[in-house]
């Protein structure tokens, strides 16, 4: 088995099926809650809007009902004894509601990442005020008051609209150790200030009472605190990759070589786009990264592949291997299976303008050309894609035709889970080609028609491959990993 594992699927689940007991170093998450938007959005529609597929996948998460009765009478039943009085004691003044449903699911969380926390490990829980307090309270319950370590404060300066409040500048989050005890530590440096190393070399040697103390300057700086001064990413940032929530990798870093060294187990739970994963793997830590959407797990995937090529090894756990699991994907959940089939061909999610209408669209390939009558134009290409998993007919095809030309795409993609029809081999092929402007000699297949087992076969989608593919932000190439310490003040 290859050390490092990417998961696919709800991470309480995965944590009791796959993650020994003390198995991991470090565990860091940044679980979603906030009741005024959508989370782990991975990116935005062309218009800036939120793409309402991804938020159908997150809109009930944290949401009290059957589900989360059963959840807290499994913590009721099972959760140490202090644990399940806190969590009674919030349902007394809580209630039901979104709040009270986000504790007791992550409750059960936090209890399986302590069980998969070795005793020199570390853990991390990123939280916005929303729920810090709350979580602060659990958290002490299961790791206990004494292996709380610090409250770090991220600050950073975002110039957002807050008319009747002080502007929000930072984030939380609680540090703690399995044990008092033992931990691993590796004390990180920030560069002095001009005024103090200014002070220290005037003032190197001062006399207090009866007492002489020699300063020095340490070589390495000054220890870092618990506020960290690292800038949030903004749009042109080149490591953004489009997702809302995306973390800098500087955030990362503190927290990776502070809390683990080389080698060490690295587990992200909540891992969305993979920050932490990446970092990891660029500081040569062994990695274990879960998200519940397909969406998180592809983004992942080609980060993975456009920071590292062949340099990072990794096993994908809960993805469909052949047309047998591609079903039961399917019949699970519908939308996953469309999300993962788009996957296999780099396209991605498309909501239509109007809330809820796909539009007869699913995915969509964003590409760049230029103009040969104006070299200096760029022109944006658009392939529309449709997902199918059930019976399929003749009728899907004209009705692609059809969108293909209501959308302005230059190529329509036909995906389906059951093998098509001859007269649907046909009709796709009655549509005629498409000329690439940039090479006039060069001609693709107006509609094309792919089935699971062939894309998992490895036969791909014919469409112009030397023009810029803009369907996602790529990841930079990673430069050489550091062995120092030392972090600069940020």
């Known amino acids: 088995m290859n050390p490092n594992q990417l998961y696919y699927g709800d991470n309480l689940d995965i944590l009791r099926a796959y993650i020994p007991d003390e198995s991991v170093d470090l565990i860091y998450i940044d679980p979603p809650f906030n009741s005024n938007q959508a989370y782990n959005v991975i990116f935005s529609e062309t218009d800036g809007s939120s793409s309402q597929a991804q938020i159908q996948a997150f809109e009930d998460t944290w949401r009290w009902g059957e589900t989360t009765e059963q959840a807290y009478h499994e913590l009721v039943v099972t959760a140490p004894h202090l644990l399940v009085e806190t969590i009674k004691s919030f349902r007394g003044f809580l209630t039901e509601t979104n709040l009270m449903a986000y504790l007791v699911m992550m409750a059960l969380r936090l209890v399986e990442l302590h069980r998969v926390l070795k005793p020199t490990g570390s853990f991390y829980l990123h939280c916005d005020p929303t729920a810090s307090h709350y979580l602060k309270i659990i958290l002490d319950q299961i790791f206990g008051i004494e292996n709380f370590r610090n409250e770090i404060v991220w600050h950073y300066r975002r110039w957002t609209g807050a008319a009747h409040r002080f502007l929000a500048m930072h984030d939380i989050l609680f540090f703690y150790t399995k044990e008092k005890s033992g931990y691993v530590f590796n004390p990180l440096y920030a560069d002095y200030t001009e005024k103090s190393l200014k002070r220290k070399q005037n003032y190197h040697t001062r006399i207090k009472g009866d007492e002489v103390y020699v300063t020095s300057i340490n070589k390495k700086g000054v220890k870092e605190n618990d506020v960290w001064m690292i800038s949030v990413l903004n749009p042109q940032a080149k490591e953004r990759l489009g997702y809302p929530t995306q973390k800098p990798e500087a955030l990362l870093e503190r927290i990776i070589q502070a809390s683990s060294n080389e080698g060490d187990v690295v587990l992200d739970a909540f891992c ?52 047998a699991s591609a079903k039961a994907l399917a019949v699970q959940d519908r939308y996953q299976f469309q999300w993962w089939a788009l996957s296999l061909i780099r396209a991605r999610p498309y909501q239509g303008k109007k809330k809820g209408a796909d539009e007869g669209v699913d995915g969509v390939i964003y590409y760049q050309d230029v103009d040969p009558n104006n070299l ?115």
Request: glycine letters at 8%.
């Open 376 to 490: 200096k134009k760029t022109l944006h290409q658009k392939i529309v894609i449709q997902v199918k998993s059930g019976k399929v007919s003749v009728r899907d095809i004209r009705e692609l035709k059809s969108v293909v030309d209501t959308q302005g795409a230059v190529i329509g993609i036909f995906i389906t889970l059951n093998p098509p029809t001859q007269p649907m081999v046909k009709e796709a092929a009655a549509a005629g080609r498409f000329q690439w402007l940039h090479v006039t000699h060069t001609t693709y297949p107006k509609i094309q028609i792919r089935t699971i087992e062939e894309l998992l076969g490895g036969r791909g989608i014919e469409y112009p491959q030397m023009p810029v593919d803009v369907t996602f932000r790529r990841a930079e190439r990673a430069a050489p990993p550091s062995h120092q310490l030392e972090i600069e003040a940020r």
């Open 272 to 323: 969305g786009c993979g920050t932490s994963v990446a970092v990891a793997q660029r500081l040569n830590r062994l990695w274990i990264g879960i998200d519940i959407t397909h969406l998180a797990i592809t983004l992942l995937k080609y980060r993975l592949a456009d920071t590292f090529g062949d340099d990072v090894k990794y096993e994908i756990i809960g993805e469909p291997k052949d047309t």
